[in-house]
T-cell receptor, first 116, second 110 residues
Framework: SAVISQKPSRDICQRGTSLTIQCQVD?????MFWYRQQPGQSLTLIAT?????????ESGFVIDKFPISRPNLTFSTLTVSNMSPEDSSIYLCSVKSQGGRNEKLFFGSGTQLSVL | DAKTTQPPSMDCAEGRAANLPCNHS???????VYWYRQIHSQGPQYIIH???NNETNEMASLIITEDRKSSTLILPHATLRDTAVYYCIVGGTSYGKLTFGQGTILTVHP
């Protein structure tokens, strides 16, 4: 299994500011993903973080609002830009481990973001 | 990815088996059935997955019907720490990403 470290674990931010969330994996992985979980809701995929190229965003999410970096196979960042209270959510990093019948996703512990 | 249907909530007595159902009638031939759980405000935890055969590991058992249109997650001896939201997800391996539904809130009571 992959061990995923996410920083920060929680933060309280002011409207209009930006926050960068870091995701570090203890092994090289091909695919990394960023999810959002709004209060009382299920998880929604924001984007796939691609190593060496631009992230692939899901419908409803754009690069200007959620820029993503993936400089290598063990690290990625998600920035929540120009925050508003509607961005208050848990943000989760996940990685795909192995492939074939043993393929599964592992998740970090999440970043709980509150925007005032 | 195929859509899943789960009951919104279930109760179980501590020490008894918890049987969580999931319907996935539009599952395609190469899609796996995954189960994850999420304890309050933590990241989802992988439980088990399968393609068409029943699976068992140290956490749970997964029973998939022969037509693959439904499955059941079994926690053989539920404890209070098993109280969580349980997600049933079906997905292929092409892109790795999984689509989460609303899940089942399982409450284990003494």
């Amino acid at each position: 299994s992959a061990v995923i470290s996410q920083k920060p674990s929680r933060d309280i931010c002011q409207r209009g500011t930006s926050l960068t969330i870091q995701c570090q994996v203890d092994s090289q992985v091909t695919m990394m993903f960023w999810y959002r979980q709004q209060p009382g809701q299920s998880l929604t995929l924001i984007a796939t973080a691609n190593q060496g190229s631009e992230a692939t965003y899901e419908s409803g999410f754009v690069i200007d609002k959620f820029p993503i970096s993936r400089p290598n196979l063990t690290f990625s960042t998600l920035t929540v830009s120009n925050m508003s209270p509607e961005d208050s959510s848990i943000y989760l990093c996940s990685v795909k481990s192995q492939g074939g019948r043993n393929e599964k996703l592992f998740f970090g512990s999440g970043t709980q973001l509150s925007v005032l | 990815d195929a859509k899943t249907t789960q009951p919104p909530s279930m109760d179980c007595a501590e020490g008894r088996a918890a049987n969580l159902p999931c319907n996935h009638s539009t599952i395609s031939g190469n899609e796996y059935v995954y189960w994850y759980r999420q304890i309050h405000s933590q990241g989802p935890q992988y439980i088990i997955h399968g393609l068409k055969n029943n699976e068992t590991n140290e956490m749970a058992s997964l029973i998939i019907t022969e037509d693959r249109k439904s499955s059941t997650l079994i926690l053989p001896h539920a404890t209070l720490r098993d109280t969580a939201v349980y997600y049933c997800i079906v997905g292929g391996t092409s892109y790795g990403k999984l689509t989460f539904g609303q899940g089942t809130i399982l409450t284990v009571h003494p």
